[in-house]
């Protein structure tokens, strides 16, 4: 009998990805339904999935009943729109319609028998509470709507539980912290959650995963210095405090995290937190080169660390330009003396003892790169323009937190 699964608010289908490995590796037939109201998304898993039932429906008119086959799920996902309930929304109105989205599903316990619920969104999520006149949340009634919208789950006979995960945890190259609903109805079995299976230092598991394995260290990107547009301040002393915290007497790549007041990141580490815009991130790997020979360069990086979506990445990359005749290349995992950082520009500008200098090339991080931070298999299509592309990735679930949510609950199926 197959398994039969169904995936609301869908987008580029990480969680169909992880919940359908899940599935596979363990020989179980399925059948599976995804639902988006936006075309591209829906392009995009029709693309990856030509074997899952895929809808394009507004899933506040959409009748679940019209769209299941059977009327019957032994599981059902959802990932309603989380911008209006994230942090990184900041101090800009709220919108109640798009805050709602979970009460949708609501619907779909009603219309259709659904064994096993699970939700995904951000951890602020718990917040969700009403809105004043200008949009903003009534801070004295905070979690009041996530309170009322949980009962309401449990009122339909189920058995609720909620947590929030590190999905490096899981095996993703990022640190994203998602928050995750289980709901089983009574009589259906209990609530099961994955056992980490990776760790930060190694100690339970396996080492977290870094962005490094997932970036193409070849591109190396444009200098910053003479640019026709030159780069604000601000992006240049995140750069220079990376550079006065990474390279020091071992040059090595670090990210520059362009928000929220976080400057540098461990190329080590996973990525934080991948968002629909990406531009939140850059990556500096450092490759010498021989500025009297035509430029030529040698790649010095290690596996870099951290990943954001749209783009919120840039490339960075320090080079080492030979300035006198004899200059040679110099292998960038030799010593290298203490890098000066003592301004924007001259902070990032370091001179080495032996007169030369390291140039910074910078770009933003691939949607091809992106997507492996979220572990899509290499050959995964994301349809659309770049912008569109990293939008789909910024709202998709790491496919290896959902497959750990899905393998968790087939252990009690």
Not at 7 to 25: E, H, R
Not at 62 to 67: C, E, F, L, Q, S
Not at 133 to 151: A, E, H, I, M, R
């Amino acid at each position: 009998m197959n398994y039969l699964a169904g995936d609301l608010f869908c987008g580029c289908g990480g969680m169909a990805t992880g919940a359908i490995n899940a599935l596979v590796s363990r020989e179980i037939p399925y059948e599976f339904w995804a639902v988006n109201h936006w075309e591209r998304a829906v392009q995009t898993m029709m693309v990856n999935h030509p074997n899952v039932h895929v809808f394009e429906a507004d899933l506040s008119s959409a009748r679940p009943i019209d769209i299941v086959t059977g009327g019957r799920l032994n599981h059902l996902h959802a990932s309603p729109s989380c911008t209006h309930h994230s942090r990184a929304c900041g101090g800009r109105p709220r919108s109640d319609q798009l805050r709602a989205q979970p009460n949708w599903v609501l619907d779909w316990l009603d219309d259709i028998n659904v064994e096993r619920l699970s939700i995904e969104n951000v951890p602020e999520f718990t917040t969700w509470g009403p809105l004043d006149d200008n949009g903003k949340p009534v801070k004295s009634q905070k979690g009041t709507l996530f309170d009322l919208w949980v009962k309401s789950i449990e009122a339909r006979n189920y058995k609720v539980e909620w947590r929030v995960v590190n999905c490096a945890d899981y095996g993703d190259a990022t640190t994203r912290k998602r928050f995750f609903l289980k709901a089983v109805k009574k009589g259906c079995g209990e609530i099961r959650w994955p056992t980490p299976s990776y760790s930060k230092d190694g100690s339970t598991g396996l080492k977290w995963r870094s962005v490094g394995e997932c970036l193409d260290f070849s591109d190396t990107g444009t200098s910053i210095f003479g640019r026709k547009k030159p780069l604000v301040p601000a992006t240049l002393e995140r750069i220079a405090v990376g550079a006065e915290k990474y390279w020091g007497i071992d040059i090595k790549p670090f990210i520059v995290r362009m928000n929220r007041n976080c400057y540098a990141e461990s190329i080590d580490d996973p990525c934080s937190a991948i968002t629909t815009s990406g531009a939140h991130h850059m990556l500096c790997t450092p490759i010498v080169v021989d500025h009297c020979n035509n430029g030529v360069c040698q790649d010095g990086s290690e596996p870099a660390g951290v990943v954001m979506t749209h783009d919120r990445y840039s490339l960075v990359t320090p080079m080492v330009l030979g300035q006198q005749g004899g200059a040679t290349c110099r292998p960038a995992d030799e010593p290298c003396p203490t890098l000066s950082c003592a301004g924007a520009v001259r902070g990032i500008f370091p001179q080495l003892a032996d007169g030369r200098i390291i140039d910074i090339r910078i770009r933003m991080l691939r949607p091809d790169e992106l997507a492996k931070v979220h572990s899509f298999p290499d050959d995964y299509i994301i349809t659309g323009n770049r912008c569109e592309k990293v939008k789909q990735i910024g709202n998709s679930v790491p496919v290896r937190t959902a497959e750990a949510m899905m393998a968790a609950d087939l252990e009690v199926a």
